[in-house]
């Protein structure tokens, strides 16, 4: 019936959905941590709760040392603002 197909139909693109947007978020996650964790002195729970707090990679590498520093403590957030910024200092 119509409805029948139209359930069916709704399940699988609600499945579908939910697959594609899990393995976004799983990707997304995987890119950026890997990106900090590049950092030496920066782990795993360090880089996630920088993602948790600040939001995204982008707003991390503009974000100034202090704001970092409220997130994961004045040492790790010298080596993030170090990291992100080094090309700046160089010229």
Request: aromatic share 4%; hydrophobic share 35%.
């Amino acid at each position: 019936t119509s409805s029948g197909l139209k359930l069916l139909q709704h399940l699988r693109d609600e499945a579908h959905r939910f697959a594609i947007t899990f393995h976004r978020l799983r990707r997304s996650k995987r890119t950026i941590t890997t990106e900090l964790n590049e950092i030496k002195g920066i782990g795993p729970s360090a880089a996630q709760l920088l993602l948790t707090k600040i939001g995204s990679l982008n707003e991390i590498k503009i974000s100034s040392q202090e704001k970092l520093a409220e997130v994961i403590g004045k040492k790790k957030a010298e080596l993030v603002f170090n990291h992100f910024n080094v090309d700046k200092k160089t010229g």
